[in-house]
């Protein structure tokens, strides 16, 4: 059966990683703000101009701009249920995409909490680099290419760095995730859909702990 489910972190817990992961083994479609905000960003419109400073500073994009985006992505449906990286990300989100899939009929199975401590994130952060082509998520350490240069997944040459993927952006990232979208671990828990899972374990055991609550295997 379908499954949504949204992937609740701060910046690098792993969230555009697992997503992809779905994907390909569950026939899930991710939504990714952050990635439909590159896109608008590339387009050189004025929104894309706007919309380009306020993530290289690490802030938060307007919710009506990601709301947007979001019910568009909604309307069109999918058949493996979504997976939502990065959105929610305020109280207001939240409520915005409650109100979009109940107007779709369907509901929200899961939130899962990618829990990491910060020391880690830094480190995640400032290896990455993602196929432009595919999504594909490298690292230069933990998960490199196999071929330097070459997209393991799609065979692109076209692997990029992010613009916010500094230390200072990395600061203003963690305090907006702290102030704005932490408190949505309270607002989902109260609801009954949180699942905690630790994101600080190598990549398959994430994967297989998020399976889990996927299946209803968790106690
Ligand atoms: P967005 O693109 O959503 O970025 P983010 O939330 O900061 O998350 P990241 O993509 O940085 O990290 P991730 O958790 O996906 O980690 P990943 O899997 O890549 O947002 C960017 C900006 O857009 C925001 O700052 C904001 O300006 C704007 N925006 C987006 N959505 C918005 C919204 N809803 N409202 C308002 N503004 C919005 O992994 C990171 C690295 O770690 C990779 O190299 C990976 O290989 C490695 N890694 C992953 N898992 C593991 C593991 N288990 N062990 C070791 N290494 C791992």
Redesign the pocket.
């Known amino acids: 059966m379908a499954k949504n489910i949204i992937?609740l972190?701060?910046?690098?817990?792993?969230?555009?990683?697992?997503?992809?992961r779905l994907e390909d083994d569950r026939g899930m479609v991710q939504l990714?703000?952050?990635?439909?905000?590159?896109e608008a960003r590339s387009s050189g419109s004025e929104m894309g101009r706007r919309?380009a400073e306020?993530?290289?500073?690490?802030?938060?994009?307007?919710?009506e701009?990601?709301?947007g985006l979001?019910a568009e992505k909604i309307e069109a449906g999918s058949e493996g249920g979504f997976i939502f990286?990065?959105?929610?990300?305020?109280l207001k989100?939240a409520d915005a995409l409650g109100a979009l899939l109940a107007s779709k009929g369907t509901t929200l199975d899961a939130v899962i909490e990618?829990r990491?401590d910060d020391a880690?994130?830094v480190?995640?952060?400032t290896?990455?680099?993602?196929c432009g082509q595919c999504g594909a998520?490298?690292?230069?350490e933990?998960?490199p290419t196999k071929v330097a240069g070459t997209c393991d997944a799609c065979g692109s040459h076209d692997l990029r760095r992010?613009a916010?993927?500094t230390e200072e952006?990395?600061t203003?990232?963690l305090m907006?995730?702290y102030k704005?979208?932490s408190p949505l671990i309270g607002y989902y828990y109260a609801k009954g859909d949180l699942y905690p899972v630790d994101?600080?374990?190598?990549?398959d055991?994430?994967a297989r702990a998020i399976a889990a609550v996927l299946d209803g295997e968790t106690a």
Do not use: N
């Open positions: 992937l972190g701060p910046p690098g817990a792993g969230k555009g990683t697992q997503a992809k990714s703000t952050g990635d439909m905000l590159r919309v306020i993530m290289d500073k690490g802030q938060l994009v307007t919710d701009i990601v709301i979001i990286d990065g959105f929610p990300r305020t989100q990618m990491v880690v994130l480190k995640r952060i290896g990455r680099y993602t998520v490298y690292h230069d933990t998960r992010r916010d993927d952006a990395l203003t990232r907006e995730y704005k979208t994101a600080l374990a190598e990549m055991s994430v």
